[in-house]
């Protein structure tokens, strides 16, 4: 099983461009789960999706952030405009949560660098 | 309600030592406690997990304590190794309505000296 996968890896951009991160999360798997780490604010856990149905997006910090689920084997992290201050880790996770079982399976994270 | 918080933020051990890592909850409704394990530029992955059903669970080296009275738990690893250097996330959840949702805690950086 290849996990979780994200691109890009790395993306930098400057203040005003619009960032698109992508997910694809580990096949089967129901839930999906949106990050952003920085060493001041932590894991934040921005928007989570269950059967591509977003489920509570209340930790999306402003309109600048959406994502979309569009099915079941991806998902992405819109940014626009981007500033400054999204310089951070994103990280994506998936997990085949059931009533008994929870364990999220994190991706390798996409470093943003917004100059 | 909702908070996990979590102690020291950093940490540092000799090896063969004992690491410990505090997390307190306030939502008694939660009742899945895992802690992740976080090596520089990966992402987290689930180390051990506990229920509030047993007081404690071992894996290896690797130990949970929980005291539902007291709402705490604690990560304990025995005869700690450099290759145990990373963050460590506790978090919490509740079964049967979260769709798997985790409220972390601010993470512990765990340095073990050679």
């Known amino acids: 099983d290849a996990g979780v996968i994200q691109s890009p890896r790395h993306e930098v951009t400057e203040m005003g461009q619009e960032v698109t991160l992508r997910c694809k999360p580990i096949s089967g798997h129901n839930s999906l789960f949106w990050y952003r780490q920085t060493m001041m604010r932590g894991l934040e856990l921005l928007i989570y999706f269950n059967n591509n149905v977003p489920i509570d997006d209340s930790g999306m910090p402003e309109d600048r952030f959406s994502a979309k689920m569009p099915n079941a084997s991806f998902s992405t992290l819109k940014i626009q405009p981007s500033e400054p201050r999204d310089s951070a880790v994103y990280f994506c996770?998936?997990?085949?949560?059931?009533?008994?079982?929870?364990?999220?399976?994190f991706g390798p994270g996409t470093r943003l660098t917004v100059l | 309600q909702q908070q996990v918080k979590q102690s020291p933020q950093s940490l540092i051990v000799q090896k063969g030592g004992i690491s410990i890592i505090n997390c307190a909850y306030e939502n008694t409704a939660f009742d899945y406690f895992p802690w992740y394990q976080q090596f520089p530029g990966k992402g987290p992955a689930l180390l051990i997990a506990i229920r509030p059903d047993v007081s404690e669970k071992k894996e290896g080296r690797f130990t949970i304590s929980f005291n539902k009275s007291a709402k705490q738990f604690s990560l304990h690893i025995m005869d700690s190794q450099p290759g145990d250097s990373a963050t460590y996330f506790c978090a919490a959840s509740r079964d049967g309505t979260s769709y798997g949702k985790l409220t972390f805690g601010q993470g512990t950086i765990l340095t073990v000296h050679p």
């Open positions: 996770a998936s997990s085949p949560w059931t009533r008994s079982y929870n364990e999220q399976f």
